[in-house]
């Protein structure tokens, strides 16, 4: 059963051309996050959704913006993707509480 | 954010052995510790926590340690097998909210 879903699962922007991300879940879980991970790297938090409070972190680029419309969905926004933005985007999940995070499958991002 | 490393970047085990994955942390306020496994192509996958008022946590086939005098956790792995192939993050709070990972470690498994 697919709890933490990412659309797409691949995705090809051009450089400077604006691309959305989506997450969504099934798990009614009240935080949401973004991560950016690199090639052999560990994912790097961006930010996060507690409820409908955003939290950046403070080392994310502005290039980065989200969105979280309801419970279910969020979306990471990348305004003018350059090629150092090429890279596996992250969204996870938690009940707020316990400190589990569940993960999705991923969305890999190539800045042409 | 706080800082996470690993000091083993990739451990080749042969099948049926122990596994040991090494984790330093430098927040010592963190107080929620978590191991993850990463497969290729795939999100992180939990695999066992801690919380900072326990020095061990059992599961099947794992055991996490944790020692907060030198600030250092780490995942043992029994009976190593072909499908443990993977690399291993360990991932931290103080906040409950934000978590922070390590650089990571890869595990082969040789048959």
């Known amino acids: ?112 | 954010g706080e800082s996470v490393g690993l000091h083993l970047p990739t451990l080749s085990v042969q099948e049926g052995d122990n596994s040991i994955i090494n984790c330093a942390y430098s927040n010592s306020a963190s107080d929620y510790f978590i191991w993850y496994k990463q497969e290729s192509g795939k999100g992180p996958q939990f695999i066992i926590d801690i919380r900072s008022n326990m020095d061990k946590r059992q599961g099947q086939r794992v055991t996490v340690l944790l020692n907060k005098t030198v600030k250092h956790l780490s995942l043992q792995i029994a009976a190593t097998q072909p499908g443990d192939s993977a690399v291993y993050f360990c991932a931290e709070t103080s906040d409950f909210n934000k978590f922070y990972f390590g650089s990571g470690t890869k595990l082969n498994v040789k048959p």
Not at chain 1, 83 to 105: H, K, N, S, V, W
Request: positive net charge; contains cysteine; charged residues 20%.
């Open chain 1, 1 to 112: 059963d697919a709890m933490v879903i990412q659309n797409p699962r691949y995705q090809v922007t051009q450089f400077g051309k604006p691309v959305t991300l989506s997450c969504s879940q099934t798990l009614n879980h009240n935080v949401m996050y973004w991560y950016q991970q690199k090639s052999s790297q560990a994912p790097k938090l961006l930010f996060h959704y507690y409820d409908k409070d955003f939290n950046n972190e403070a080392d994310t680029p502005d290039n980065f913006q989200s969105r979280r419309p309801n419970t279910s969905f969020c979306f990471l926004d990348i305004r003018s993707p350059g090629l150092g933005d090429a890279a596996m985007y992250l969204c996870a999940t938690r009940t707020g509480r316990i400190g589990e995070q569940y993960f999705g499958p991923g969305t890999r991002l190539t800045v042409t």
